[in-house]
């Protein structure tokens, strides 16, 4: 059985209870080196053999999970954040099923919402933005054209941006050219609830500068929009005019 595991964000203690569970039962692990904190491994049997997949290819990776299922050994597959959000989890899963390799998978902690609580912010604000755009820019991965960020600009939605902080000139760029003013808050997450920490806050027009000036290549996420400014409507679930299934509305 192979269980793939999101780490969380950075902070051993933000891995979930169940997959905490299972890194200690593993036989087997193997984690994504460039981003899993290594603190994670110290709950690893002593027996368990551990390889970085930093430096292995997809083959070497389901070499290892093949030999193991051989031997009825445990593996986990250990990706940052939540496994679902750039994990390159599909290409695993399609050649589990091709070899009837049995597998789960447990959710993590993304990054994002990692970025967030360190931010002490609100993605999603009443009469500010309710949707979220999760995105990146194209870097050597190509990104679909309609996906590009000018067109996805145009919603001025809250726009997340992973495996972007060494393109900030083409995100500032693209994100102006689509539509979000120079003054739009931007703010930036390295290392997100790691201890080396920092954030960054300014506004698209600034963004690449401070980002230069702070030193962020890396291991960052970008995010922008009004919710992280100051003006937004109060939500209707705590109004207390507002009636819910809960909760009866109080007379105007
Ligand atoms: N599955 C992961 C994302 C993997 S893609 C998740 O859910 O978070 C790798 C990108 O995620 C990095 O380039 C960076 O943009 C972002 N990232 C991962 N961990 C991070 C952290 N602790 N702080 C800020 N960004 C992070």
């Given at each position: 059985m192979v269980h793939f595991v999101g780490a969380g964000p950075g902070a051993p203690d933000l891995i979930t209870v169940r997959g905490l569970h299972y890194l200690k039962e593993a036989d087997v692990i193997i984690y994504a080196g460039s981003l899993v904190n290594p603190a994670l491994l110290e709950?690893?049997?002593?027996?368990?053999?551990?390889?970085?997949?930093?430096?292995?290819?997809?083959?070497?990776?389901?070499?290892?999970m093949e030999e193991a299922e051989r031997n009825g050994k445990m593996t986990v597959r250990l990706h940052t954040?939540?496994?679902?959000?750039?994990?390159?989890?599909?290409?695993?899963?399609?050649?589990?099923?091709?070899?009837?390799?049995?597998?789960?998978?447990?959710p993590g902690v993304s990054s994002m919402s990692g970025a967030a609580a360190s931010l002490k912010a609100e993605y999603t604000l009443p009469e500010v933005s309710q949707s979220i755009i999760i995105s990146r820019a194209q870097g050597r991965t190509g990104v679909p054209e309609r996906e590009e960020l000018r067109e996805l600009a145009a919603h001025q939605s809250t726009m997340i941006l992973f495996l972007s902080s060494g393109l900030a000139d083409k995100v500032r760029d693209e994100l102006i050219l689509g539509g979000y003013g120079p003054n739009t808050p931007a703010a930036v997450v390295y290392k997100a609830t790691w201890p080396e920490e920092k954030i960054l806050r300014t506004t698209l027009e600034h963004l690449p500068e401070e980002m230069e000036r702070e030193g962020i290549k890396k291991t960052a996420l970008i995010i922008v929009g009004r919710v992280l400014g100051d003006e937004y409507a109060k939500s209707k679930l705590y109004d207390a005019a507002f009636t819910t299934e809960f909760r009866r509305g109080r007379e105007q």
């Open positions: 709950y690893a049997k002593e027996s368990c053999e551990v390889y970085n997949s930093a430096y292995m290819n997809l083959e070497e990776v389901i070499k290892v954040g939540d496994p679902s959000i750039y994990g390159a989890i599909r290409e695993q899963i399609d050649e589990l099923k091709e070899r009837r390799i049995d597998f789960d998978i447990c």
